[in-house]
């Protein structure tokens, strides 16, 4: 079974630092891989998706690789907002299924002006 | 509209009562998905249409839940004899594609059973 983890549960930066967020799952055969951004109160929004195919996707100031060998994305910010300020969540399609994406629990960033 | 519009943003309602919530995606989306999420956690996948067919509904955590898209466009999820563990946001997705491609949310329903 399909599970995705997210390290750090919480993360505090100033302003203007480079951060990188973690997401690792346990089974190799996914379809793709998706970051959303959440705000408080509001639904998800897409930041990135990388295909099975893909290692990585760029917009703008993010960055996110993939290496399916080893079970692991990792989310880019550079120049860090306090507009970033969210939480972040990973999510995988899994290889059996294009249609059903298993979240990770997310990681909560905070970034102080 | 512009968005996915989802409807009530929050509902409380007291254990036992039957509860509906409206999902408008976008409009000509082809996909559409429901998934629930408790406080702190990511979310978990309930049901998934194209268009009006109901194509998976393993999520679905309880034969007390039921969703439907009769015409391909308007979802509605409904919970029936509510428990307090149903106490969630429950977020609605719509796609132009089939599969999890370029989803977009709904700003979700907040469920609080009583």
């Known amino acids: 079974k399909q599970e995705v983890t997210q390290i750090p549960a919480a993360l505090s930066v100033p302003e203007g630092e480079n951060l990188v967020l973690n997401c690792s799952f346990t089974?190799?055969?996914?379809?793709?891989l998706q970051w959303f951004r959440q705000d408080p109160g509001k639904g998800l929004t897409s930041l990135l998706l990388?295909?099975?195919?893909?290692r990585e996707q760029t917009s703008g100031r993010l960055n996110a690789s993939l290496d399916k060998s080893s079970g692991r994305s990792t989310l880019y910010i550079a120049a860090s907002q306090p507009g970033d300020s969210a939480t972040y969540l990973c999510?995988?399609?899994?290889?059996?299924?294009?249609?059903?994406?298993?979240f990770g629990s997310g990681t909560r960033l905070l970034v102080r002006p | 509209g512009a968005g996915v519009s989802q409807s009530p943003r929050y509902k409380v309602a007291k254990r036992g009562q039957d509860v509906a919530l409206r999902c408008d995606p976008i409009?000509?989306?082809?996909?559409l998905f429901w998934y629930q999420q408790a406080l702190g956690q990511g979310p978990e996948f309930l049901t998934y249409?194209?268009?009006?067919?109901?194509?998976?509904k393993s999520g679905l955590p309880s034969d007390r839940f039921f969703a439907e898209r009769p015409e391909g466009s308007v979802s509605t999820l409904k919970i029936q004899r509510t428990q307090q563990e149903d106490s969630a946001v429950y977020l609605c997705?719509?796609?132009?594609?089939?599969?999890?491609?370029?989803?977009?949310f709904g700003a979700g329903s907040r469920l609080t059973v009583l």
């Open positions: 997705a719509s796609s132009p594609f089939t599969g999890a491609n370029v989803l977009t």
């Open positions: 089974d190799s055969a996914i379809y793709n």
């Open positions: 990388i295909q099975s195919s893909q």
């Open positions: 999510a995988v399609c899994p290889g059996d299924s294009s249609y059903k994406l298993i």
């Open positions: 409009s000509g989306h082809v996909s």
């Open positions: 249409f194209q268009n009006e067919a109901q194509l998976d």
